[in-house]
């Protein structure tokens, strides 16, 4: 009894330990990374704004550390200082990493990541892996690999990227929808065309919600169909686009819901709201 | 003896960046995350400059702002705001600030530096 009682108190010392060294690990583990994320930065804001490239960091976590600090200024400068980080990020051949972890790795979360850096990166030497990844195995890799050239602006792959948005952005949802929006930006046509003539319902109500969200008035028959559906989320979604397109049409559709009073309370006070802003 | 400057935002990426520009053209740079370590900078010692996000966690930049206008010796200090277009140019036009200069983000290193020089010509 008394050699059993022993044996489970050593085990449970020994799981203790364990744990205990564990967590100090990670602890060693993640404070390290933010010193060498703020040293990242530091490195990178100061070369941004002087010109001068810093010596490309050496060893896995010293690149990770850079890529992760790149990707925090990226979304701060534009113009520019934009196409200067861009440069910078090419020189310390952080695209190389993320355009071999793109094209080699089996994880197709490591790709979708990749996929997504590159997108923010913007290097114009990224275009072809992106094209190729356009008939990657995992759907979210391939619709965020259309995201990724729409921020390139590269549009020469425009009917498969479409293609792919219509085919995957039910199981995508997200993804699709960043993607259209930043297309509509970019080239509204083609999100029209999606709207009016993909296959999937899903893909076309997100194309006719992405081009409302930049205001184009040709998303507003769609938006007043799904308006009409009893489904309370379906119109309420609608009706704020509605509100995002404006002028005179969308002011009317507003008012009109307003005083319907078969339609739910919540929805027109909704209405009330979004009139008080476009107006 | 050269010029301070203070730069209040949450994002480390805007504080390093403005700092590293700030410091270029001389200036002695110090960082505050929020609000309330902004507020306790500017008690410590007054800058000849304070750029301040207008989302600050704890004080809001718009909050800092106007507590500066309530001291007499802060009332001078030159302030630009840093705003995300368009909701946060609203809401410092809304809150009638007497902010000297608004910096959008996201913003180009050369439109920062020249909208500093105008703010604060050099000595």
């Given at each position: 009894m008394n050699t059993l009682a022993l044996i489970l108190g050593g085990l449970l010392a020994v799981e203790l330990l364990v744990l205990v060294g564990r967590r100090t690990w990670v602890h060693w583990k993640l404070g390290r990374r933010q010193v060498l994320a703020d040293e990242a930065l530091t490195v990178l804001a100061a070369a941004l704004v002087t010109g001068v490239a810093p010596e490309p960091p050496r060893g896995r976590v010293r690149r990770r550390a850079f890529r992760l600090a790149a990707l925090e200024l990226f979304p701060v400068v534009r113009g520019s200082s934009r196409s200067g980080l861009c440069r910078l990020v090419e020189e310390a051949g952080l695209v190389d990493d993320a355009l071999r972890t793109l094209r080699r790795s089996p994880r197709a979360f490591a790709r979708r990541t990749a996929a997504s850096e590159l997108g923010e990166m913007r290097?114009?030497?990224s275009a072809q892996a992106l094209a190729d990844r356009?008939?990657?195995?995992?759907p979210i890799v391939r619709v965020v690999c259309v995201d990724a050239l729409a921020a390139l602006r590269d549009l020469g792959r425009i009917d498969r990227m479409l293609s792919v948005l219509d085919r995957e952005a039910a199981r995508a949802p997200s993804e699709a929808a960043g993607a259209l929006v930043r297309l509509a930006r970019e080239a509204p046509q083609h999100v029209e065309e999606l709207q009016r003539s993909g296959e999937s319902l899903y893909a076309r109500r997100l194309a006719a919600l992405a081009l409302a969200e930049v205001g184009?008035?040709?998303a507003m028959p769609s938006l007043l169909g799904e308006l009409a559906t009893e489904n309370a989320l379906l119109s309420s979604v609608a009706l704020r686009a509605i509100a995002r397109v404006g002028g005179a049409e969308a002011i009317a559709t507003l008012e009109h819901v307003v005083v319907?009073?078969?339609?739910?309370a919540a929805l027109r006070e909704q209405a009330q709201h979004a009139l008080e802003r476009v107006r | 003896m050269s010029r301070t400057a203070l730069v209040a935002d949450d994002s480390a990426a805007v504080r390093k960046l403005v700092a590293a520009r700030l410091a270029v053209d001389g200036y002695d740079v110090r960082e505050a995350e929020d609000g309330f370590a902004a507020l306790q900078e500017l008690e410590r010692r007054v800058p000849d400059l304070l750029i301040v996000d207008d989302?600050?966690?704890?004080?809001?930049g718009a909050e800092l702002v106007q507590a500066l206008q309530a001291r007499e010796e802060l009332r001078s200090l030159p302030v630009a705001f840093l705003v995300e277009y368009p909701a946060g140019l609203r809401r410092a036009a809304l809150v009638g600030l007497a902010a000297d200069a608004v910096i959008l983000k996201p913003f180009d290193l050369d439109d920062l530096a020249r909208t500093i020089a105008e703010l604060v010509p050099a000595p």
């Open positions: 290097s114009a030497r356009l008939d990657d195995r995992d184009e008035q040709c319907d009073m078969g339609r739910d | 989302v600050l966690a704890g004080l809001s």
